[in-house]
């Protein structure tokens, strides 16, 4: 098929589709005002009756009052018994851990390893973390470290210089990833480029 055969045939298409709209809309729009006078001069549906509520029950105000006095009415027998109840908690792995964390929070602080300046940045410094945290910088330092020289800042290593657990240091070193700078040479040296301060 020729170009000039094909651009005809779209032609044809595009004024049958034009056709088929204007029939279409013809259709819609005969006798639309004949046909909305008759819809609102329809009479509108009536309002499904109400059912009938029983007014004996509603009327007697003595069974309400009744009700309420022993909704707050207190049970002494029930009171006491509430009382009485005590529940101990007899799980040995729940107590171990408790014993734990109270032996670690009483010395469980160590000096920063790494910390940014930080009165230029309006941040607090601190002096100390508790054992098993990192501060920003020095999670970025340890990254860091063990990025650029693998084989001198190991996971142990650095869990013991930072008084980390070893199954969470590893985890840290799998799973995050500081950010890397690459810097990629033009391809011609007339390229302009960023002079370095």
Known sequence: MTLLAHRCQLAVFRNMSNM???????????NLENRVHREISKEKPRAAPRHEADLSRSSGGSEAAETAELVSQKNAPLLGLLRSVYVESKDPAAAEASQEVSVETEGARRPLRFSL???????????????????????????????????????????????????????LLEFFIPFQVHIIPPKTQSAKQIKAS
């Open 117 to 171: 300046p930080g009165g230029q940045y309006g941040l607090v410094e601190l002096s100390d973390v508790p054992r098993g945290k990192l501060t920003i910088a020095e999670t970025l330092k340890a990254l860091g470290s063990h990025q650029s020289q693998p084989q001198t800042w190991t996971p142990g290593k650095i869990a013991q210089e930072y008084s980390l657990d070893l199954k969470d240091t590893k985890a």
């Open 20 to 30: 088929g709209a204007r029939v279409s809309r013809m259709f819609r729009n005969f």
